[in-house]
């Protein structure tokens, strides 16, 4: 059985209350366990908890990428949001390139989400959190960190800071590059 859709909506509207809040660049303290893309790996995010230690008692950083490619990315997304909200201080988001409308509609978050609850509700509330995630974060003022990489028109944090990450990813400039930062060939 599925969470219901008025719960999804519920969780949502205070994850964005916490996650409006939020800085594009989010200081996080040491120690801290950093994670890649979860790409909607249910079972494996919870493997991941067992290994690495429960929340609140170890801090957590994970880096994108949280839906797409995996058959629980519905469920994988809420848990990190549920955990969000009850946790604020010692789960840290951060957006990926996967966090995209365009995106999730190729790579299967959209379909599941129709699949699973019959309408795009679901798949709307949550791409609208998207938005509100953080571009990167800090570690211990030590440790810059993002999904994709650095940007040409990035010189210094205050340009991260200064960017409006509420959008869609864009297809060129300084916060697409922190999302996909994918090489290119150059003639």
């Known amino acids: 059985e599925y969470i219901k859709e008025s719960e999804v909506k519920a969780l949502c509207t205070k994850a964005r209350e916490i996650l409006v809040e939020e800085c594009n660049v989010q200081r996080v303290d040491a120690p801290v366990t950093i994670c890649g893309d979860i790409h909607g790996q249910f079972y494996d995010l919870v493997e991941l908890f067992k290994v690495g230690g429960d929340c609140p008692d170890t801090n957590y950083l994970f880096m994108g990428d949280f839906v797409d490619r995996g058959f629980y990315s519905v469920e994988t997304f809420l848990l990190l949001l549920a955990l969000k909200v009850r946790y604020p201080d010692r789960i840290t988001l951060i957006r990926g390139n996967h966090e995209s409308r365009q995106i999730t509609q190729v790579y299967g978050f959209y379909d599941e989400c129709l699949r699973k609850y019959g309408s795009v509700n679901v798949w709307r509330y ?10 990167a974060a800090l570690i211990e003022e030590r ?25 869609e990813v864009p297809h060129d400039g300084a916060m697409c590059d922190l999302m996909w930062s994918d090489p290119e060939d150059l003639e």
């Open 126 to 135: 949550c791409t609208d959190i998207f938005d509100y995630l953080s571009l």
């Open 143 to 167: 440790v810059f960190c993002v999904h994709g990489g650095l940007s040409p028109s990035i010189n210094t944090l205050d340009d991260v800071r200064s960017i409006n990450r509420k959008q």
